[in-house]
């Protein structure tokens, strides 16, 4: 039997101070988000064989891609580029030599979902290598590794949370500086809090995709032209992080709601296209139905949006929003990141 390595990385909710870890605003201003990483993960397995190629397959989509293994690097084409990212990497900074293998992957939630889907399942992949090459990376060294795969050898737009979130796991309070400066401070909530969290929020699949790219940009280029509206917007959403921690700490949990309302009012300013009419019109049918505040998550544009519901208004809620023809996602917290073993 082939040896098989294998890894699972969390994805995350973002539930306060989206954005603000996206350059250049996090180089000039500082940026602060808080994150907590939920039972849906990115899966990644790589077996090694002796077919003489090196086989990439996504199986959540069914699309696999070969080639001779001799050849060195994967070519970079439109297809399973974040698979071949990190393994053109891994194979130029770590050289290995093996007569075959296959990398195969799965992710719990959509591309563009807004759950950090992407960037966790570099995290994943990345994962697998270490467990194969027993490579001495800490935490911060593979959530960075993960981050300049994806934004400097890919090119793909978008901020720092995501990588660090999958790989430390947990509820985290994170703060983003110049030089790409990132320091990830764990909280300590209690249970109790966590469980009634988990109750009250309800994350809601739309049942749309979105470009994360093209809001991202419009973001960044906001920032460099000194865009006021945007600036302040990302400014009150750095606050709004702090206002999260500090409720989610002392268990003020029915001040979420409000704080969550605040920062949509904010985000909605950052850049077009982060809301559209049908999230409009979700938001407010959650709210009318007893939600005291909700988001988008991720960008923006589309993908989940979650709903702070207190006391047991999550089912008239939920029963509010199966008229948009979406789906509930059941979740719990995880308190754990990257995840790897190797198959015996």
């Known amino acids: 039997m082939n040896k098989v390595y294998r890894s699972k990385a969390p994805l995350r909710i973002g539930l306060a ?17 808080l994150n907590a990483t939920i039972s849906l993960f990115a899966h990644a397995s790589i077996e090694v064989n002796n077919s003489g190629m090196v086989s990439f397959y996504a199986a ?26 990190v393994y053109n990497r891994i194979k130029k900074d770590y050289p290995f030599e093996v007569d075959g293998l296959k990398i195969t992957t799965c992710v719990d939630a959509p591309a563009g979902s807004g759950l950090g889907t992407s960037s966790t399942l570099v995290v994943a992949v990345i994962g697998a290598f270490v467990e194969m090459l027993k490579l001495p990376l800490g935490e911060y060294d593979i959530a960075k590794y993960a981050y300049d795969i994806e934004r400097k050898d890919l090119g793909y737009a978008g901020g720092k949370q995501d990588q660090y979130a999958a790989t430390f796991g947990g509820v985290n309070y994170m703060e983003f500086y110049h030089d790409e400066k990132t320091i990830v401070n764990p909280l300590r909530i209690k249970r109790s809090y966590l469980h009634e969290l988990e109750n009250n929020i309800v994350l809601f699949y739309t049942s749309t995709s979105r470009e994360s790219a093209a809001i991202i940009k419009e973001q960044v280029k906001n920032v460099e032209a000194k865009d006021k509206g945007s600036i302040d917007a990302m400014h009150h959403l750095k606050e709004q992080a702090v206002m999260m921690k500090e409720a989610l700490l002392k268990g003020e949990l029915d001040n979420l709601g409000l704080i969550l309302d605040y920062g949509f009012e904010q985000k909605r300013k950052m850049a077009q296209n982060i809301s559209n009419d049908l999230i409009e019109k979700i938001y407010k049918s959650a709210k009318d139905a007893g939600a005291s505040g909700g988001k988008i998550s991720g960008a923006g ?5 979650l709903f702070y519901c207190p006391g047991d208004a999550r089912y008239s809620v939920i029963k509010a929003l199966e008229t948009y023809g979406g789906k509930v996602m059941k979740f719990q917290f995880v308190d754990y990141g990257l995840t790897t073993w190797t198959a015996k």
């Open 60 to 85: 959540d989509y069914d699309v696999q891609e070969n080639y001779p293994i001799a050849n060195g690097l994967a070519p970079i084409t439109d297809q399973l580029n974040l698979l071949k990212g």
């Open 301 to 305: 544009g589309g993908g989940f949006m």
């Open 17 to 33: 101070g989206g954005g603000t870890d996206v350059s250049p605003y996090s180089d000039l201003y500082g940026g602060s988000i």
